[in-house]
């Protein structure tokens, strides 16, 4: 059985930053890529960034150059680090890992991220 789960999240102001975390535990043999969705209200959940094994990264446009994906292995947790906040990076923010060996992926619960003055 394998979990994750999200910390961090909360209010921000508009240019602000904040950096959320996903932990895995349980069940965990190797992970492959690790990243973030988001869902904000009225939208589909959408992909933030991705962080493979070998440490590459892939960003969604929107957040390009103000968010930073980075992955403690030996900790098997993941980070966002968000920069130069705005209103619409206002979401409930998902962390999800892929495993060698297993299909599918694995979700956190999601953490809020509300960016308001």
């Known amino acids: 059985q394998v979990q994750l789960v999200e910390s961090g999240g909360g209010l921000v102001q508009p240019g602000g930053s904040l950096r959320v975390s996903c932990a895995a535990s349980?069940?965990?043999?190797?992970?492959?890529?690790m990243g973030w969705y988001r869902q904000a209200p009225g939208k589909e959940r959408e992909p933030v960034a991705v962080?493979?094994?070998?440490?590459?990264?892939n960003y969604a446009e929107s957040v390009k150059g103000r968010f930073t994906i980075s992955r403690d292995n030996a900790e098997n947790t993941v980070y966002l680090q968000m920069n130069s906040l705005k209103p619409e990076d206002t979401a409930v923010y998902y962390c999800?890992?892929?495993?060698?060996?297993?299909?599918?992926?694995?979700w956190g619960q999601g953490t809020q991220v509300t960016v308001s003055s």
């Open positions: 999800y890992a892929r495993f060698y060996g297993r299909s599918g992926l694995y």
């Open positions: 349980g069940s965990i043999f190797s992970i492959n890529d």
């Open positions: 962080i493979t094994s070998g440490a590459s990264t």
